[in-house]
């Protein structure tokens, strides 16, 4: 780092190497790096303080505080609409209050008032649904969210207790978070990561882990490690080690122009057929996981391939016809 000449220059060189060092540094590491003796580091500590958040761990290190740290960011105005479709998206898919991502859009809304008033409006309007009273408030869940997004930046590991479901015993295990993963289908998230005993890859669902701590050990993720390309193949969250499973699915012409407005899958290829339906096929990760998504398209849609799949989904429809076929409640036969 070459040697500042003014003080302002030097407190922008300061937060470069805090930044890029969350683990913090010693004052003598900061003087060393900035070429000047460790006393003109002691002397800024007061105009560091005025600045960005900092503290001082027990051992001597100068770290900033990630979790009050402001970035500043500027937008052309095809930039903020694409903020403002993130924001509706996360607005309409998330059923929990979450005060950081309403104050994040209003600050985003403001910022936007100038220059596109429109888009700032609708932008803090968002922010009032997502911290909304028609929202659940589910304090469990934002604390974890709070506590992954800590250790993830940090690179620190947690211990975390989680359930799978109602009634089944809670587990322990020490955990280091890769990826954090958004499910719009559940409205809900998923943390993708390294669990240590039994070692493993592991995905858990935000909502299921009922207690969560952030350690002191470090971690690194590994660099083989690509969630883009881990996930290529998954309809949703759900990926595997092995190969993905060819889906045929075969739709009726009424829905044609539906299914192709949108493309579900990069891996997806369409052919029309000479009598006017459509066969759409792609790799998918865990085929399961695309069920709700085709039982939704009802008699339009029908799997070929896989054989198993076709046999799951023709089994259901066939119990889901049946609950048509029983009275309605309070009804009697011949009534």
Not at 27 to 46: D, F, M
Not at 144 to 158: D, M, P
Not at 213 to 220: A, H
């Amino acid at each position: 780092m070459h040697r500042a000449e003014t003080k302002a220059e030097r407190l922008l060189q300061i937060e470069a190497l805090l930044l890029a060092h969350p683990e913090g540094l010693t004052q003598a590491e900061i003087a060393q790096r900035l070429g000047v003796h460790r006393s003109t580091i002691h002397r800024y500590l007061p105009d560091l303080s005025k600045h960005f958040p900092i503290y001082e761990t027990d051992d001597g290190r100068l770290c900033i505080d990630r979790t009050a740290y402001l970035v500043n960011v500027r937008f052309t105005l095809y930039e903020a609409m694409a903020v403002h479709l993130a924001a509706r998206l996360m607005a309409t898919r998330t059923d929990k209050q979450n005060p950081h991502a309403a104050a994040a859009l209003r600050k985003l809304g403001l910022a936007l008032e100038r220059l596109a008033p429109r888009i700032s409006q609708h932008m803090q309007q968002s922010a009032d649904v997502m911290d909304s009273q028609a929202q659940r408030h589910d304090p469990v869940y934002l604390y974890v969210l709070e506590t992954l997004t800590r250790a993830w930046s940090e690179e620190r590991k947690v211990r975390l207790w989680y359930q799978k479901g109602p009634g089944q015993p809670v587990t322990e295990c020490v955990f280091a978070p890769y990826f954090i993963e958004p499910y719009g289908i559940g409205q809900t998230a998923y943390v993708i990561g390294w669990r240590d005993e039994p070692p493993g890859e592991r995905t858990f669902k935000l909502e299921r882990i009922r207690r969560i701590e952030v350690l002191d050990e470090p971690y690194q993720i590994p660099e083989t490690f690509d969630p883009h390309a881990l996930l290529a193949n998954a309809w949703g969250i759900w990926y595997t080690e092995g190969e993905p499973v060819e889906v045929v699915l075969r739709f009726h012409p009424r829905v044609i122009g539906r299914v192709q407005e949108t493309q579900w899958l990069s891996s997806e290829k369409v052919e029309e057929q000479p009598d006017n339906f459509l066969l759409w096929r792609a790799k998918v990760a865990e085929p399961r996981e695309m069920k709700p998504w085709i039982r939704g398209w009802g008699a339009d849609c029908a799997v070929l391939e896989p054989t198993w799949l076709r046999e799951e989904i023709a089994e259901e429809m066939r119990r889901a016809a049946e609950l048509y076929k029983e009275d309605q409640p309070g009804e009697t036969n011949g009534k």
